[in-house]
């Protein structure tokens, strides 16, 4: 049977948990500055350092991340929108640059040694959570801070080692690790993965123990003082590559020398591709930092991690979600080439108590996000990656046409995956059932008729995501619209004078009209409140749901 969520899950993360705090915060200084509004901005820093100095020393890693974020936003943003006028906001500015470099030095004077026990009774999970983490887990971060602290960190890591695993906790999570067959994993995060170290015993000394079959990397800048402890694991064939800057790169050459071998390196070149850290600006959407589905295990718990572009939304290039007791769902792990293969703005394949595969019915709000800042731009998708923009190109008659040319080939290829040995009769009726379905799939989106009714679909989805999305997230609806703002003026006086004249929806069905640039003048337009009624008709008109055995979004049966 298809596993579902109960319906106080489904009410529980529809439309999602709140962010936490100074996630929330955040973004809400991030919409008083793109608003111009300096009284709005100081009444939210105000609250951001009244919190910070509450919780003082106690602050961890991912809310110490997000209030430096709000410091380097101001710094980008203040001067160019508030001319110079914010007094009270640089005072404030001073004070929790003042709290922060006090944090550093109290946290890293003694870094905290976190056993399992206290990991485990932190994270709080039920045994089905637990099993899921470990074979989802695509991040292993051993320890928090780090030695290195660079500027442009996609991570944001934090300055100085705040906190470690002990030996015996990391020993369990490997193990754990291992035991779930996990793979590609990665053994770094926020921190340097040579940072760890606990007493007399380093990263080497673990992992020459390891017997369980685990695969892993390790990604490192090899901190000053760390040479020896590179060599060790290269002695010891450990996948290992270097991420090279100018700050380490005389230091990784005289290892080469001395080893007389070549070492693998990653951001080789001067320029990283996306700024971010300290160099993020805040006003403008570049591609996804991140390339993975899964879970993140660190110190202080763990997160679903979900890709996004990186923007002043998500300045990781990733959302994460914290996982709790309540947490219903993680989503099936996917990383690199098979990560770039999914449709972001198709419900995720997630993974239940069951631990069977299943589609989710609605969007997360991060998708909603991400899908309202993908403009269409090839700079934003990497290769390999469908942006929307090429996904509406499936609709088109030209791809409707050579789809049907395809029959054959597609008839054999799922005969390939869904047959077995024994043929047709040798599957269950549920497996002739789906294996009908997907051939009747297949025919169905060769008609021109099916392919329209399709293509309606999707915008209703799209549109209703959005629709809901724009009324529960106005804060986030400023951001977006702030980053959005060329496009959508662009695309206001394009259509904004049809819209008008017009019975609002017909303009989806207007002859040579482009339904790409008409689905982003919607879509901006919801988000700066305008044009609610004409969609609302709309998708009334088209209720729609995400059909995974059929891939395409069809008319939902009431």
Not at 225 to 231: D, N, S
Not at 289 to 303: A, C, K, L, Q, R
Not at 506 to 513: Q, R, T, V
Not at 517 to 543: D, H, M, W
Request: aromatic letters at 10%; a positive charge.
């Amino acid at each position: 049977m298809k596993e579902t969520l109960p319906p106080h899950f489904e009410s529980a993360i529809f439309p999602g948990n709140p962010d936490p705090f100074f996630e929330e915060k955040k973004n809400g200084f991030l919409a008083a500055l793109y608003d111009r509004n300096p009284f709005m901005a100081e009444s939210i820093y105000e609250r951001i350092l009244k919190r910070a100095e509450q919780k003082s020393e106690n602050l961890n890693e991912t809310e110490e991340k997000y209030l430096r974020q709000i410091q380097v936003a101001f710094k980008r943003l203040s001067s160019f929108l508030f001319d110079g006028n914010s007094r009270g906001l640089q005072e404030k500015f001073r004070k929790l640059q003042s709290l922060i470099r006090k944090n550093v030095r109290t946290q890293s004077a003694h870094p905290l040694r976190v056993d399992y026990n206290t990991w485990k009774k932190r994270v709080n999970l039920e045994a089905w959570q637990e099993k899921i983490v470990f074979a989802t887990a695509m991040t292993f971060q051993m320890s928090s801070g780090c030695s290195n602290y660079c500027r442009r960190c996609n991570e944001w890591a934090l300055p100085k080692i705040r906190s470690h695993f002990s030996q015996d906790a990391l020993e369990k999570i490997l193990e754990k690790l291992g035991a779930a067959e996990n793979t590609d994993l990665s053994l770094y995060g926020a921190s340097d993965p040579l940072d760890w170290e606990d007493s007399c015993v380093d990263l080497a000394d673990i992992l020459s123990g390891q017997t369980l079959p685990l695969n892993f990397s390790l990604l490192t800048k090899i901190p000053k003082g760390k040479e020896g402890l590179a060599k060790a694991l290269w002695q010891m064939d450990i996948p290992l590559s270097v991420s090279l800057t100018d700050r380490n790169r005389s230091r990784i050459e005289a290892l080469e020398n001395q080893m007389n071998r070549s070492v693998t390196k990653q951001h080789a070149s001067k320029d990283l591709l996306i700024p971010a850290g300290l160099d993020e600006d805040f006003i403008s959407v570049k591609p996804s930092i991140t390339d993975g589905y899964g879970t993140e295990i660190t110190p202080e718990g763990v997160s679903i991690i979900i890709p996004t572009f990186t923007s002043a939304l998500h300045p990781f290039g990733h959302k994460k979600l914290p996982v709790t007791r309540k947490t219903a769902f993680f989503p099936v792990k996917r990383l690199g080439r098979r990560a770039l293969l999914v449709d972001y703005f198709k419900p995720l394949e997630v993974l239940g108590k069951s631990m069977t595969p299943f589609y989710l019915s609605q969007l997360l709000d991060v998708q909603v996000e991400t899908l309202l800042l993908d403009n269409g731009s090839d700079a934003l998708t990497p290769p390999g990656m469908r942006s929307l923009k090429e996904y509406f190109s499936i609709f088109e008659d030209i791809p409707r046409r050579q789809r049907k040319k395809m029959t054959r080939s597609v008839m054999a290829r799922l005969k390939k995956e869904v047959l077995p040995l024994g043929g047709y009769k040798a599957l269950s009726l549920e497996e002739k059932q789906v294996y009908r379905e997907k051939l009747t799939a297949h025919f169905e989106f060769c008609d021109k008729s099916l392919v329209a009714e399709s293509r309606r679909c999707a915008l209703s989805f799209f549109l209703s995501a959005i629709f809901s999305f724009a009324a529960r997230q106005p804060v986030k609806g400023r951001i977006i619209s702030f980053l959005n703002r060329a496009e959508t003026l662009s695309l206001e006086k394009k259509y904004g004078p049809a819209a008008a004249r017009e019975n609002g929806v017909s303009l989806f069905s207007l002859p040579k009209i482009p339904v790409w640039e008409i689905f982003r003048f919607y879509a901006n337009s919801l988000v700066n409140g305008r044009q609610k009624e004409t969609v609302e008709t709309f998708i009334r008109s088209c209720p729609s749901e995400y059909d995974p055995l059929k891939d395409r979004f069809v008319k939902t049966i009431r």
